[in-house]
């Protein structure tokens, strides 16, 4: 596709992203902001690819005043040439950015005023981010792969909740009373920064542009993921996305005992009874301790396992990056205890299961990663350290419901 016909592309994306970030901001109706959230995402992706199209173009452009000598393309850059696109995708942006990073070289002035501050150190080359976009698509966290993501402005209230109202027959001498549509309820996201620190040492041994931004891309992904997930659970909420477990919202509890967790007809009668309709198709997160010690344990009165035929239990744990499974019909999400305890080693009445509607917890994110290095005195070593600006917090805290131990 020509440059120009991008270009054009390209400016018709923004424009339709901005009419529709308005019409996200103006709207009162929960329903319309998610679907315009959806198709955010969907265009914030073309944006992406498009924008890599026009800069790798614009880096293969031979040069109106170049020519051919001994077979090989050349051309006079005795007259500096204005650099145009993203300096962020640039070749010399590229090579600075790694420079900065393996020996703290400053970063060149002609890239300094648009992409690095004194706090901020260095923004990540766009290649990275698209590499780091890219691995989160295919290697998810247990839990970050299933939350919704949303790019929005911080500091603004979105409403979130439904609308309801009650029907009755009526006959000739009685009317439908009015329906008040409430107040619903709002959330907002703030900037909260996640560091993310990298070993300085390895990556001063890695050579080419290439591999560098692959291994800082790898390093950060993990790290990120498994910050994430960790938030998702049980994050502060100060400085920090929200977690399940600290949102104040979200009050739904089930206790059980040992003898009541290892028993199908507990969970029916305790749980899935207590259970809405509209909130029956949610998801569970365990500790794999837990459901080793106490799902597939399940019993008849001879001792013969159960589990399986009465809760249709399946677990996968031998995928160490996507371990996940199926009780009573819903998936689970395996993780480990330091994020939710295991039933034997909890105290009383701390929460050992959760289950969740996975798309009413939401992340907001800008994959602005941006690079530091600074000299720990402590240490006497550098250290680099990947920052990046994001916050997540429950949306409907009314299908979750947190399974606590009861000694």
Not at 6 to 19: C, D, G, I, T, Y
Not at 71 to 89: H, S
Not at 316 to 339: C, H, K, M, T, Y
């Amino acid at each position: 596709m020509k440059l120009e016909n991008l270009e054009k592309r390209m400016s018709a994306l923004n424009e339709k992203r901005e009419a529709l970030v308005k019409k996200s901001l103006d709207s009162q109706n929960v329903e319309e902001v998610r679907s315009i959230n959806d198709l955010l995402v969907v265009i914030n992706e073309e944006i992406a690819e498009v924008r890599s199209e026009i800069d790798l173009i614009k880096q293969n452009t031979v040069p109106a005043n170049a020519k051919l000598v001994n077979g090989n393309v050349v051309g006079n850059f005795a007259t500096p040439q204005k650099r145009e696109g993203n300096p962020l995708a640039s070749m010399e942006y590229r090579k600075a950015f790694m420079d900065y990073v393996q020996s703290g070289k400053e970063i060149p002035s002609e890239f300094r005023s648009a992409v690095s501050t004194e706090d901020t150190g260095a923004a990540i080359p766009v290649t990275v981010i698209n590499e780091i976009i890219n691995t989160l698509r295919k290697r998810y966290g247990n839990l970050y792969g299933k939350v919704r993501k949303l790019n929005v402005k911080g500091g603004v209230k979105f409403p979130v909740g439904a609308l309801s109202a009650k029907a009755r027959w009526i006959n000739e001498s009685t009317v439908s009373p009015r329906q008040s549509i409430g107040t619903l309820g709002k959330v907002s996201f703030e900037y909260c920064t996640l560091e993310i620190r990298v070993a300085q040492t390895f990556l001063s041994n890695v050579l080419t542009i290439e591999a560098f931004e692959g291994e800082i891309a790898r390093a950060i992904v993990v790290a990120y993921l498994e910050a994430m997930d960790k938030a998702i659970v049980a994050g502060s909420g100060d400085g920090a996305p929200l977690g399940i477990l600290n949102d104040a919202r979200v009050t739904n509890s089930v206790d059980m005992k040992a003898a009541e967790i290892s028993d199908w007809t507990a969970w029916r009668k305790k749980f899935f009874s207590k259970l809405p309709l509209g909130y029956r198709g949610g998801e569970f997160i365990f500790s794999m301790g837990t459901v080793d010690a106490y799902l597939e344990t399940m019993a008849d009165a001879n001792g013969n396992p159960i589990f399986r035929q009465a809760t249709g239990l399946e677990v996968n744990d031998g995928d160490a990056q996507n371990p996940s499974g199926r009780f009573f019909g819903r998936n689970i999400s395996l993780v480990e205890p330091d994020i939710l305890p295991d039933f034997d080693t909890a105290s009383d009445g701390d929460v050992i299961g959760i289950y969740w509607q996975p798309e009413e917890y939401a992340i907001n994110e800008n994959y602005a990663f941006t690079m530091r290095r600074y000299f720990d005195e402590e240490t006497n070593e550098y250290v680099d350290k990947a920052l990046a600006v994001v916050d997540g917090k429950v949306l409907n805290p009314a299908g979750y419901y947190l399974i606590k131990k009861d000694v």
